[in-house]
């Protein structure tokens, strides 16, 4: 299904809420590469937001920007309202189908990017074995593509969803280069994003995970 | 017939023709032991799908004919008016993918079957919940339309089955474990045994030995009144397989003498996978061997001592690298030992760490040190947070759930089956024993007793055990070296020279 008409756009101050929405407590660095935009400017969002009370900055080792209770509010309601403005929840419903169908199989793939099988023993790849994480990488790329496939209406009807594809692809394109904490384990590796962009669908759609 | 076996003890197709699943039937049927009687389309139908891209000549008029020999074995007839034979449709291949492909149940039961059905067994919801389990598999596995003919049922569940070999999910699998995507799979149809008819009905899982501890006793679980996966997907209550010697004392003697015939048959211990239908027992899958850590290593020593296989088979039974798996040390569950709830110890061994409600929220806070996943239940959906956790523990499920075999395999410890656990996600806490406890505590789990409890407490000594003693004393033998190494290096050593011989 092809919508016609222009893409919606997402206001900034919604971007940043909502980016903090589906990342929970998080650094400035990544709500602004969240939501694409450039760190003084998320942060000047993040500092309206807080005035309104819709956000609030903990301190400490594991503290960040997070949403308030009246934040989460205003995002369910923000969200839904721009979903009937944009007309949009048909494509958005229907991309969330095609995400589950896919997501047991990313979540295989992250598991045996993980764990390994050896002498009836499952423990954690080492990443000794190049062939094996070539294959683990070949089928995600493989994934990729048809989640691209999959999320290509939801991405033309609404702006903010092309950033996922932005940021999964480059997740994708650091690990095949090496750097093997973007399948599974860094904050902005392939599947966090993933994680994201579920509970991105599922707060879009107002379903309780 | 060419493309269609049935399952009985004269067959002689090896399990790459019949699956891993069938193939294990077929034993059960040469060892007398009582399986639903059924057929089994082999794999040679998937490769020829596989090659042509649809189903080969000739399998339709054997699936008739198939079919009218299960209806003449049953007194049953498909899509009957009176007395209705009702089908599962399994997948199989040679080698074995959990999870990975389809499976109906239920399949032959039309509107008017379900009458048949309700009027045959006198309950009108039993026969409603069957079709309407049968409508449910059909819609989450094909979006074509459900026939109401019952061969029509049959033909699409085959269909479906055989289809889901080349979803881009098992796909992956296969090169995930290098299964080569040729191998294909069979499709095994059997007359539905009902563990959700009445209350003298049921399903389980028994093992002939303790799969966490090894102990020679028989072990699992059952679930009264439940049919097919509720016990594996440990989404329900489920019972100690002990049990059933005093709700169904002929189920629970009947098991005992499959377990004890298969062990004998195997040489090694097995679990066997059984429904019980208005008190009479059917099994419908057999699996050997698959044990891990402080089980593997006693099970390997005590089969050698029964006389079941010998030494030498004992000391290759087990692989070094499950040696440097063992866990041995316990909670020392002293007076200051802080017990929040106890379930069912499912993967031995102590992890300590902090506490997680959801397997994402594992998966981040894992990165700052060890974690104890806490859920309800876990799906595959969990995988990465059970991959990131030091620990697991369940509210549902017993030793067979996803999240036991899961820790199991990883040898991870696990509790599960926690009664009165609440896990609440969305508030970020669990609740045991009236007591709140957030995400980010400390807490300590103990995967053999199944105690969970508060902070770091003391550990108890690890204890020696006797039987990897044992098992090693052996192992210095065939080598003839006693010199000081690993656990692991004296099995190899072993290993190496029985290899060699």
Redo the contacts between chains.
Sequence with gaps: MTRPGPAHATGSDLLVLHALRCMGFTSLARVAEAAGLPEPEAESELIDLAVAGLVTKVAGE?GGWGLTEAGRAADARRIADELDAAGTRTVVAAAFEAFLVL???L??????W??R???????ANDHTDSAYDA??L??LA??DR?AEAALADLSAAMLRFRRYRVRLGGALARARSGELDFV??S?ASY?AVW?QLHEDLLATLGI?? | MSWIHPLAAEVREPVGVLGGKAHGLVVLRRLGLPVPPGFVIGTGACHAVLRDGRLPHGLDGELAAAVAGLEAATGRRLGGTERPLVVSVRSGGAVSMPGMMTTILNVGITAEAADALAAETGDRRFALDARQRLLSSFAAATAAPVPDDALGQLRLAVGTVLASWGS??AT??R???AIPHDLGTAVTVQAMAFGNRDQRSGTGVAFSRNPNTGEPVPFGEVLFGCQGDDVVSGRSRTRPLHDLAGRGPAVWAGLLEALRRVEARYRDACSLEFTFEAGELWLLQVRSG?L?GTA?VRVAADLADEGLIGRHQALLRV????LR?LHILHIAETAEADVLARGLGASPGVASGRLAATA?RA??LA??GPVILVRPETS??D??GL??AAGVVTARGGPASHAAVVAR???KPAVVGVAGLTVD??GAAIRAGGRTVPE?ARITIDGSTGAVVAGSPRLAPAAADPHLGRLLEWADEVSGDTSERSEAERLGAAQAELRRR
């Excluded at chain 1, 099988?117 to 423990?123: K, N, Q």
């Excluded at chain 2, 692989?319 to 499950?322: F, I, K, N, R, S």
Aim: glycine share 10%.
């Design positions: 594991f997501n047991p199989e979540l295989d793939l992250c598991g045996a993980q764990l099988s050896a002498g009836g023993v499952v423990t294959r683990v070949d089928r493989d994934l048809r599974a384990d904050t599947h994680f309780p995970r | 881009p999910r992956t699998y090169e995930l474990h698959g891990a593997a692989a070094p690298e499950q798996q994402d998966a981040r990165a700052d595959p959906m995988l990465h991959a990131a395999a990883m040898g996600a969305a980010g």
